[in-house]
């Protein structure tokens, strides 16, 4: 793994010459290099703890004391195990809550869920707050409040998640969908046929199935 150092380092007499880097401190196979304080090191592989070792010398070839920086690598993808949401398939509307939950095998990263591409980005927790169980046990929640602007139908919810190293986990979409209604039934082609003394029969259309009830009396009323 390339890493980019940064060095500093000061000397009054002769000026700074060259410069030695190790990743094991041994500087057995190492060849000294002009002084520089920015330089490009490759890591020894694997995730992990790793060291790097510097020494410096001078124009007069004074070397100074061997400086250790330790370096935490981690560059393995964290992993979703499952995306959930408890709209069970019904269909709900704005002002409801959806509980959004994504389990994965790291804390500390920052997860987020999508609903299908009308609202991306949506972020979960860890830490015990906002629908979250229990803070710091990999499994990042939210109780969500949906909005009016997140009419959807049968959206595939996505969960997302980047560990603190910056790599990201292969998303994960949840098993259901989720589908958002917010927009109100329009009525149309009302009809009353039928009409007698006591009664009369009324009909109308609805663009899509609706409950619907009827107010009626002396007084012309709309509400």
């Known amino acids: 793994m390339l890493v980019n150092l940064k060095l500093d380092a000061y000397e009054s007499g002769s000026g700074l010459g060259?410069?030695?880097?190790s990743n094991d401190g041994?500087?057995?196979?190492?060849?000294?290099?002009?002084?520089?304080?920015?330089?490009?090191?490759?890591?020894?592989?694997?995730?992990?703890?790793?060291?790097?070792?510097?020494?410096?010398?001078?124009?007069?070839?004074?070397?100074?004391?061997?400086?250790?920086?330790?370096?935490s690598l981690d560059m393995t993808p964290p992993i979703i195990t499952s995306v959930i949401e408890n709209t069970e398939g019904n269909e709900i509307t704005a002002g409801d809550v959806i509980h959004f939950g994504l389990i994965?095998?790291?804390?500390?990263?920052?997860?987020?869920?999508?609903?299908?591409?009308?609202?991306?980005?949506?972020?979960?927790?860890?830490d015990g707050t906002n629908g979250d169980?229990?803070?710091?046990?990999?499994?990042?929640?939210?109780?969500?409040?949906?909005?009016a602007s997140d009419e959807?139908?049968?959206?595939?919810?996505?969960?997302?998640l980047i560990d603190k190293a910056g790599n990201a986990a292969t998303s994960v979409n949840a098993l259901g969908?989720?589908?958002?209604?917010?927009?109100?039934?329009?009525?149309?082609?009302v009809i009353i046929t039928d009409i007698t003394d006591t009664s009369a029969v009324i009909g109308w259309q609805t663009?899509?199935?609706?409950?619907?009830?009827?107010?009626?009396?002396?007084?012309d009323r709309k509400s």
């Open 18 to 21: 060259q410069m030695i880097i």
């Open 26 to 71: 041994n500087f057995d196979i190492e060849e000294w290099i002009e002084f520089q304080n920015h330089y490009a090191w490759n890591l020894t592989s694997g995730d992990g703890s790793k060291n790097v070792y510097v020494k410096v010398k001078d124009r007069a070839s004074n070397e100074s004391d061997i400086v250790k920086a330790n370096i």
């Open 104 to 126: 994965a095998n790291e804390t500390e990263g920052v997860a987020t869920i999508d609903i299908g591409s009308v609202h991306v980005g949506i972020q979960l927790y860890d």
């Open 133 to 147: 169980v229990s803070p710091n046990d990999g499994t990042y929640e939210r109780e969500y409040t949906v909005i």
């Open 152 to 160: 959807v139908q049968a959206a595939t919810v996505t969960g997302h």
């Open 177 to 189: 969908t989720v589908s958002i209604d917010v927009s109100p039934p329009i009525i149309s082609d």
């Open 207 to 219: 663009d899509e199935p609706s409950n619907s009830i009827v107010n009626y009396g002396l007084e």
